[in-house]
């Protein structure tokens, strides 16, 4: 089974920058899309961002021009670069990666990481 273990979270002041970053662990398979989910407190959970294999990106129009996702296949790493970041982009960022094993496809998640946002 796959791991996936996310880094980079943390508090920072409104207009800063942080990056985030998600690897994928374990053997016997590959990865087709990745992306990047959040949940702040009392709301559900929503699409940040997402990249195929072949690079294709797709953003949520709030994070669009501010939040940059990226991602090395051969480290089956993805990343998040969130510049100008707002108070209401504080909540749980989690990772998650759409797996191939030999028979069957499954969505994996990380264990989420923390943003803080302060005013």
């Known amino acids: 089974q796959v791991q996936l273990v996310e880094s980079g979270g943390g508090l920072v002041q409104a207009g800063g920058s942080l990056r985030l970053s998600c690897a994928a662990s374990?053997?016997?398979?590959?990865?087709?899309?990745m992306g990047w989910y959040r949940q702040a407190p009392g709301k559900q959970r929503e699409l940040v961002a997402t990249?195929?294999?072949?690079?294709?990106?797709n953003a949520a129009d709030s994070v669009k021009g501010r939040f940059t996702i990226s991602r090395d296949n051969a480290k089956n790493t993805v990343y998040l670069q969130m510049n100008s970041l707002k108070p209401e982009d504080t909540a749980v960022y989690y990772c998650?990666?759409?797996?191939?094993?030999?028979?069957?496809?499954?969505?994996?998640w990380g264990q989420g990481t923390q943003v803080t946002v302060s005013s």
């Open positions: 374990g053997s016997g398979f590959s990865i087709n899309a």
């Open positions: 990249i195929t294999r072949g690079g294709n990106t």
């Open positions: 998650a990666a759409d797996v191939v094993y030999r028979d069957y496809e499954d969505r994996s």
